[in-house]
């Protein structure tokens, strides 16, 4: 049999290689997900799904900038029922892990959708408490240790499945909150989410994106991902996922190396298709052979002993 240096075990989902695809960027579908899945991801993290529909923001909601994009789409939905039927569809046919990405109002909300989706079949859920463009919800809670706190606890007792929690890079030290999460019970910690950012049309003066403000992803956040998963892994010992800017191997083993057990790909995805997954898995694997590890756990976190 050949063998699987990639193969690795996130808070016991098992991964055939450490790329996953990132919350939002590419909808709901069962269509979706069953082409990302034969692009090569080890595993599919749906986009934020709430309690009750939502429509989300009005256009422009994205704008290109000459080294990411930036987005404020509202965190548009079909609401946890609807999105329920698409989750068990989706286990019917998919053979590598589906972790449900949910946010809420309130810690109950959180709960109870995070229980919804489990009980639909997700593997895990990854809690959204970092989308920097909808108010009352996602890093506005986020940034607040108690309060974030109190919604691990209550999606924890919630549900029997591995919970994610997605940070945000807009605070003063993403360090603290990664602690605040791992105590209150987070099996595995997601970094980053975008970074607050605008873009304005000097031609009429305004800002472009219909809420002003958004998120930026792509390489221009890669370095300060890069910085948040080197900081979490000296302060955590649960699994930490890399994403921001990820873009081919090279980008993929520099978070591993700062610390990361898997690595999530999104803004990418819309230059280089869903085979980005099959390309950043040989890189790795060829980097892995060439240097003469074994697996790719005994590279995670490499830099911090040298
Ligand atoms: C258009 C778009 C929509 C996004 N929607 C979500 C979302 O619903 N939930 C979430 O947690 N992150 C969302 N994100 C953030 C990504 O999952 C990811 O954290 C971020 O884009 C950084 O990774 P990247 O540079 O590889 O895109 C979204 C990003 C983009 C570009």
Redesign the pocket.
């Known amino acids: 049999m050949k063998e699987n240096r990639l193969g690795i075990n996130l808070a016991g989902l098992k991964l055939q290689n450490p790329t996953m695809l990132?919350?939002?960027?590419l909808g709901y579908t069962t269509e979706t997900f069953k082409n990302i899945a034969d692009g090569g991801a080890g595993a599919i993290?749906t986009?934020?799904v709430g309690l009750k529909p939502r429509s989300g923001y009005a256009n422009p909601?994205?704008t290109q900038t000459n080294c990411?994009?930036i987005?404020a789409?509202g965190?548009p939905?079909p609401g946890i029922e609807e999105f329920a039927k698409e989750i068990s569809e989706t286990k019917n046919v998919l053979h590598i892990p589906l972790i449900v990405?949910i946010?809420g109002f309130t810690a109950e909300e959180y709960a109870t959708v995070a229980k919804k989706a489990a009980t639909a079949g997700a593997d895990a859920v990854?809690l959204?408490v970092?989308?920097p463009h909808v108010k009352e919800t996602?890093s506005e809670i986020g940034q607040k240790a108690e309060i974030l706190k109190e919604v691990i606890k209550k999606v924890k007792a919630a549900v029997p499945k591995p919970v994610f929690v997605?940070l945000s890079p807009n605070v003063t030290s993403i360090m603290e909150i990664a602690e605040a999460s791992v105590d209150a019970g987070a099996d595995v910690i997601?970094a980053?989410?975008?970074v607050k950012a605008m873009a304005i049309d000097v031609e009429t003066a305004k800002p472009i994106l219909s809420n002003k403000v958004g998120?930026l992803?792509?390489?221009a956040?890669?370095p300060i991902?890069l910085r948040c998963v080197y900081e979490i892994y000296q302060h955590v010992n649960v699994p930490i996922i890399g994403?921001?800017?990820?873009?081919n191997w090279h980008d993929a083993v520099e978070f591993l190396l700062a610390g990361a057990s898997a690595i999530?790909?999104?803004?990418?995805?819309?230059t280089k298709g869903s085979n980005i997954f099959k390309a950043i898995t040989r890189g790795i694997d060829a980097y892995l052979k060439r240097k003469g590890f074994r697996s790719v756990d005994e590279i995670v976190g490499l830099s911090h002993k040298s």
């Open positions: 990132a919350s939002g960027i993290v986009k934020s909601t994205v990411g994009l987005n789409m965190l939905n990405s946010y990854e959204n970092s989308c996602g997605k997601t980053i989410n975008t998120g992803s792509g390489p956040i890669k991902a994403c921001g800017g990820i873009t999530q790909i999104g803004t990418a995805i819309a």
